[in-house]
Structures are given as structure tokens and as C-alpha cells.
């Protein structure tokens, strides 16, 4: 697991999310443990190296 460190898209809080190495790329949507907004999340690894990382916020 890796831990990553980003600002919420909606509150502009630090918030940190726990990636998951193993799985080479990502989308899933997760809610700011901030403000409960939910944040589009896309993540690709690379040999264990995170290579690219974008927050999203969703419309309500």
C-alpha cells in the first residue's frame, strides 16, 4: 500500500488515500473524508512506482 497526500477537489483540504500498488491502473470514485464529497480518482503504478495520479470532483 502507498500512502498519497493531494488536496480535495471540493473543500481544498489535505487528505491523504491509501493506493493499492498491486493493481497497475485505476479509477474509482471515493468520498473526502473532509467534507463527504465524492472525488474520481485515477491512478496508475508502474514497478510499484506511483507514475500518475488526478482528483476529480463530481458534480451533485
Known amino acids: 500500500m502507498f500512502e498519497y ?5 471540493h473543500c481544498w483540504e489535505e487528505i ?12 474509482y470514485i471515493e468520498d473526502c473524508e473532509i ?4 472525488i474520481e480518482l485515477e491512478v ?3 514497478d510499484g512506482e506511483l507514475i500518475g495520479f488526478s ?5 451533485q
Open 35 to 38: 467534507c463527504c464529497n465524492p
Open 44 to 46: 496508475t503504478f508502474q
Open 5 to 9: 497526500f493531494f488536496q480535495c477537489p
Open 16 to 27: 491523504s488515500m491509501l493506493l493499492d500498488t498491486s493493481v497497475r491502473h485505476q479509477k
Open 55 to 59: 482528483a476529480n470532483s463530481i458534480g
